[in-house]
């Protein structure tokens, strides 16, 4: 058994963004990571790409990182930026070491591995918040012969069967997919749900140049109107890639994929979709649009000349799906051949052997500060502290608050010890 102050689980960006913090602290602590740094990156899709620029990828105490600023990193790249960056600051990382258990051991921590067991007196959960990929129940009720995939099966188009692909979800993975697929030459059908729709770039510059000039993604959880809707939120409708392209629904229905509304479910070898994906998609046409009006008031009062350097206000054209709307498909025709769940991920917990999760799973936090176990953290996750914190970038801030917390406990717990010794 091995007794340490703080245990960090995961040696993804936001744990190490955390170790950076708490060795600037002069605080002892060790990363455990189940394989090798950013190894959940890759095992991804090898075209796969980050939403955000690479300006925007910074960790704090890490040195600049070279290539193009304005484009976007594959996830070979990620995971390469993130192994150079456990090794510019020193992380104490430990891998291959699969946490199996966290509970209590009296008034601390302990840590079980099949290679060893920690003590402590702080955890921090750097494991992420897409280690599963939510597939919905009545997946079960698809027809034999058809493959199923999720987006971490995918590796390409070319692996896979013959026949037609339906692509379920259309937030930035389901898009960036059937975009691929139909590129490929594949008959796509995309079944899609609530979205969200933006430009790449919007008045010469990136869309994410605006959202973190503006301070959009700076806005605080506990600032906005409802925490637990922007935490599941979709995942904006972009695609990194070299030429700049904006990725919406209309730009895939000029590639031939024929959209669907969302797939309410499956019976009898049909799959059966909504009808309202027309309302869908105004409803998310609109949102846009209030957003790039945002911007451009923020614009105008910004700063003097400020608006002189940038292009014309914008407006997209209106997202036109198929009218009538298709309300169903049948499967066991043979029209379909693969289904890809791109309908989300949600976190492993697991290996939590304590009561900190709701009803649904979900850890009950507060900003990251696990609220039934104190000493216990989370970094990675969504809209955790700011919008920010569900990119790279946010990890920066997130860390350090939470670091800050988690020494003031840390001072609190070496008090009270000391009391009780007295």
Same mark, same amino acid.
Request: glycine letters at 10%; charged letters at 20%; hydrophobic letters at 45%.
């Given at each position: 058994?091995?007794?340490?102050?703080?245990?960090?689980?995961?040696?993804?960006?936001?744990?190490?963004?955390?170790?950076?913090?708490?060795?600037?602290?002069?605080?002892?602590?060790?990363?455990?990571?189940?394989?090798?740094?950013?190894?959940?990156?890759?095992?991804?899709?090898?075209?796969?790409?980050?939403?955000?620029?690479?300006?925007?990828?910074?960790?704090?105490?890490?040195?600049?990182?070279?290539?193009?600023?304005?484009?976007?990193?594959s996830a070979a790249e990620? $995971?390469?930026?993130?192994?150079?960056?456990?090794?510019?600051?020193?992380?104490?990382?430990?891998?291959?070491?699969?946490?199996?258990?966290?509970?209590?051991?009296?008034?601390?921590? #302990?840590?079980?591995?099949?290679?060893?067991?920690?003590?402590?007196?702080?955890?921090?959960?750097?494991t992420g918040a897409s280690?599963?990929?939510?597939?919905?129940?009545?997946? $079960?009720?698809?027809?034999?012969?058809?493959?199923?995939?999720?987006?971490?099966?995918?590796?390409?188009?070319?692996?896979?069967?013959?026949?037609?692909?339906?692509?379920?979800?259309?937030?930035?993975?389901?898009?960036?997919?059937?975009?691929?697929?139909?590129?490929?030459?594949?008959?796509?059908?995309?079944?899609?749900?609530?979205?969200?729709?933006?430009?790449?770039?919007?008045?010469?510059?990136?869309?994410?140049?605006?959202?973190?000039?503006?301070?959009?993604?700076?806005?605080?959880?506990?600032?906005?109107?409802?925490?637990?809707?922007?935490?599941?939120?979709?995942?904006?409708?972009?695609?990194?890639?070299?030429?700049?392209?904006?990725?919406?629904?209309?730009?895939?229905?000029?590639?031939?994929?024929?959209?669907?509304?969302?797939?309410?479910?499956?019976?009898?070898?049909?799959?059966?979709?909504?009808?309202?994906?027309?309302?869908?998609?105004?409803? $998310?046409?609109?949102?846009?649009?209030?957003?790039?009006?945002?911007?451009?008031?923020? $614009?105008?009062?910004?700063? &003097?000349?400020?608006?002189?350097?940038?292009? &014309?206000?914008?407006?997209?054209? &209106?997202?036109?799906?198929?009218?009538?709307? +298709?309300?169903?498909?049948?499967?066991?025709?043979?029209?379909?051949?693969?289904?890809?769940?791109?309908?989300?991920?949600?976190?492993?917990?697991?290996?939590?052997?304590?009561?900190?999760?709701?009803?649904?799973?979900?850890?009950?936090?507060?900003?990251?500060?696990?609220?039934?176990?104190?000493?216990?953290?989370?970094?990675?996750?969504?809209?955790?502290?700011?919008?920010?914190?569900?990119?790279?970038?946010?990890?920066?801030?997130?860390?350090?608050?939470?670091?800050?917390?988690?020494?003031?406990?840390?001072?609190?717990? +070496?008090? #009270?010890?000391?009391?009780?010794?007295?």
């Open positions: 058994m091995q007794r340490i102050p703080i245990v960090v689980v995961g040696g993804g960006h936001a744990g190490l963004a955390m170790s950076h913090r708490l060795t600037q602290r002069s605080l002892e602590h060790v990363v455990l990571e189940r394989a090798q740094v950013a190894s959940s990156w890759s095992a991804r899709w090898p075209t796969l790409r980050l939403l955000t620029p690479n300006w925007q990828s910074r960790l704090p105490g890490a040195p600049v990182a070279g290539g193009d600023p304005h484009g976007f990193a990620v $995971a390469q930026l993130i192994g150079h960056y456990a090794q510019a600051i020193a992380a104490p990382v430990v891998t291959g070491v699969d946490v199996t258990r966290l509970g209590r051991a009296g008034s601390e921590y #302990r840590i079980d591995t099949p290679v060893g067991v920690w003590e402590c007196d702080a955890v921090v959960l750097a280690n599963i990929a939510a597939v919905p129940r009545f997946a $079960a009720a698809v027809p034999p012969g058809i493959t199923q995939l999720t987006p971490l099966d995918y590796r390409g188009p070319d692996l896979l069967p013959e026949g037609g692909v339906l692509v379920v979800g259309a937030a930035a993975t389901g898009v960036q997919l059937a975009d691929e697929v139909a590129r490929a030459g594949r008959d796509v059908t995309l079944a899609v749900g609530e979205h969200v729709r933006l430009p790449r770039t919007y008045r010469g510059r990136d869309i994410f140049w605006w959202m973190d000039a503006s301070g959009v993604l700076d806005a605080r959880a506990d600032e906005l109107d409802d925490i637990v809707r922007a935490r599941h939120v979709p995942s904006p409708q972009l695609v990194g890639s070299d030429d700049h392209r904006t990725l919406d629904l209309n730009a895939l229905i000029g590639l031939g994929v024929r959209l669907v509304g969302r797939l309410m479910g499956i019976a009898d070898g049909a799959a059966q979709f909504s009808g309202a994906l027309a309302n869908v998609c105004r409803l $998310a046409d609109l949102k846009m649009h209030r957003l790039l009006d945002t911007f451009d008031e923020w $614009a105008t009062g910004a700063a &003097p000349g400020l608006a002189d350097d940038l292009g &014309p206000p914008e407006r997209l054209e &209106p997202t036109r799906p198929t009218d009538p709307p +298709i309300l169903s498909l049948r499967l066991d025709s043979g029209e379909i051949g693969s289904i890809i769940w791109a309908t989300g991920f949600r976190p492993d917990y697991s290996w939590l052997d304590l009561d900190v999760l709701d009803r649904k799973g979900a850890l009950v936090h507060d900003g990251g500060v696990v609220l039934r176990a104190p000493g216990v953290y989370a970094m990675g996750l969504p809209v955790m502290r700011r919008r920010r914190s569900t990119f790279i970038s946010g990890a920066a801030a997130d860390s350090d608050d939470l670091a800050c917390h988690l020494h003031r406990h840390l001072d609190r717990t +070496i008090h #009270r010890a000391g009391t009780r010794s007295g």
